[in-house]
Nanobody, 122 residues
Framework: QVQLMESGGGLVQAGSSLRLSCRFSGDTFNAFTLAWFRQAPELDREFVAGINRDGDATRLAGSVKGRFTISRDNAKGTTYLQMNNLQLEDTAVYFC???????????????WGQGAQVTVSS
C-alpha cells in the first residue's frame, strides 16, 4: 500500500523560502510520477508542480513558475517542493500525490498524502 507523508510546512513571512518534503513508501518509488497540489480555504485543490519518474522532466503551474522548484531523490524515496519568494496567496494546505504513470498529469492522482499547512504572513 503506497503511503505519502509530507513534512516541512509552517508559518513564514512574505518573501521567505520553505521546502516541503514528501516521503514515499509501500512500492517502487521510481515507478511513480509525483506531484504537489494545494488547496486554499474555500477554493478548489489546484495542481502546483509535477515531476516524472526519472526526474528529468517537470511541470509547474503558471502561478509558481520562477519561484517554486520540484525535485526528487529516487535513492531516498522522497520528493521536494522548494518554494522561494512566498506570497500571501501561496497560503494553503499542500498535498503530495503519486501515480504509477510515465506522464505528469495535472489531476486524477491515485495516491495522496495528508497535507502540510503553509501559511504566509505579511
Amino acid at each position: 500500500q503506497v503511503q505519502l507523508m509530507e513534512s516541512g510546512g509552517g508559518l513564514v513571512q512574505a518573501g521567505s523560502s520553505l521546502r516541503l518534503s514528501c516521503r514515499f513508501s509501500g512500492d517502487t518509488f521510481n515507478a511513480f510520477t509525483l506531484a504537489w497540489f494545494r488547496q486554499a480555504p474555500e477554493l478548489d485543490r489546484e495542481f502546483v508542480a509535477g515531476i516524472n519518474r526519472d526526474g528529468d522532466a517537470t511541470r509547474l503551474a503558471g502561478s509558481v513558475k520562477g519561484r517554486f522548484t520540484i525535485s526528487r531523490d529516487n535513492a531516498k524515496g522522497t520528493t521536494y517542493l522548494q518554494m522561494n519568494n512566498l506570497q500571501l496567496e501561496d497560503t494553503a494546505v499542500y498535498f503530495c500525490a503519486a501515480n504509477r504513470s510515465p506522464y505528469i498529469h495535472t489531476g486524477d492522482y491515485l495516491y495522496w498524502g495528508q497535507g502540510a499547512q503553509v501559511t504566509v504572513s505579511s
